[in-house]
């Protein structure tokens, strides 16, 4: 071999073993810095670089850098603004709407991008703080299950706004001039008032229940229409604080302990219903049902329409 040849090839070694010792070398600074071990490793730089190196402070092994430091996943930077910063991939981080991809997000951007059910929520908070928008849905709630116009007409604001039924259980009363009417569970007195002016001056309306705080929402909605023929009175529907055989028609709309059908409760209307008095109530009529009805003694069981009973007493 020629002096010019081995020359030329000791070069060549000499060259690769320098690159191979620097590739190993920055393989294992890379390790080092990257326990993980991460594929896709890229050369960091300190500060900023124009041409893709990584500021050591901000940047992971998988991102690029971004001007002032910011780094975003797959390559992609963050614009400069103060208000939007980079999310990492799987990155928890506040203000990040799709953390699991990585990309630009901003604080701004990820409030004003709210799910539709968010701002259902936020425009039902607003509503429940506007007179107007509680007295319209109030309104449209006691429309769609059975109340009248003239009904909410003739009731107090505070008695329409306390509604919580599921019917209009007066509809299905019959009720006549002069009978005796209780209602278990009468919340803020909306089927009281309403049965008031059914059984006239003759008849009389006497409201239960547990709490004081409906209780005294009924008592205020009574006081405004300033009826003489109703009363509330605190009591448990399974030991109604009335005589036995007093009233001719027990209601209840959408209370739960009488829609299960208690037996303890479904007894008690029983008791305090005259002979041929009859129970009417919201609820399904299933046999299970049924049977507890004719186990307290109702004898004629009926469901006049879907979600309403009623129950008579034997004359």
């Known amino acids: 071999m020629k002096a010019s040849q081995l020359a030329i090839s000791l070069a060549v070694s000499s060259v690769m073993l320098v690159t191979n010792w620097a590739y190993h070398n920055s393989l294992e600074a890379g390790q080092a810095e990257n326990p993980a071990g991460e594929k896709t490793a890229t050369k960091c730089c300190a500060g900023d670089s124009k041409a893709g190196g990584c500021h050591k402070a901000e940047c992971s092994r998988t991102d690029r850098c971004c001007s002032k430091g910011k780094c975003c996943a797959k390559g992609k930077c963050c614009p400069s603004d103060g208000e939007k910063r980079c999310c990492q991939k799987g990155e928890a981080a506040k203000g990040c709407q799709k953390q699991s991809k990585g990309g630009c997000c901003s604080k701004i951007a990820a409030t004003a991008k709210r799910s539709k059910g968010q701002l259902r929520a936020s425009a039902s908070k607003k509503a429940s703080k506007d007179p107007a928008a509680q007295w319209a849905k109030a309104v449209a709630r006691l429309k769609k299950i059975g109340y009248t116009d003239e009904d909410i007409a003739y009731l107090p604001r505070g008695a329409v706004l306390a509604s919580a039924g599921a019917k209009n259980v007066v509809a299905y009363a019959d009720l006549k001039p002069g009978e005796v009417v209780v209602d278990l569970g009468c919340g803020g007195g909306i089927d009281c008032l309403l049965a ?52 001719d028609v027990a209601i209840s709309n959408c209370v739960g302990i009488v829609m299960r059908g208690d037996a303890a409760v479904l007894s008690e209307a029983a008791r305090v219903l005259k002979p041929g008095g009859r129970l009417v109530t919201t609820g399904r009529l299933r046999d299970e049902y049924r049977a507890k009805l004719k186990a307290a003694g109702f004898t004629t069981v009926e469901q006049p329409t879907k979600g309403m009973i009623v129950a008579k007493k034997p004359k």
């Open 196 to 247: 008031a002016r059914l059984v006239g001056p003759k008849g009389k309306v006497i409201g239960v229940d547990m709490s004081e705080k409906a209780l005294a929402t009924a008592r205020k909605n009574l006081k405004e229409l300033g009826l003489k023929n109703v009363e509330f009175r605190r009591g448990r529907l399974e030991k109604l604080p009335l005589p036995d055989a007093s009233v």
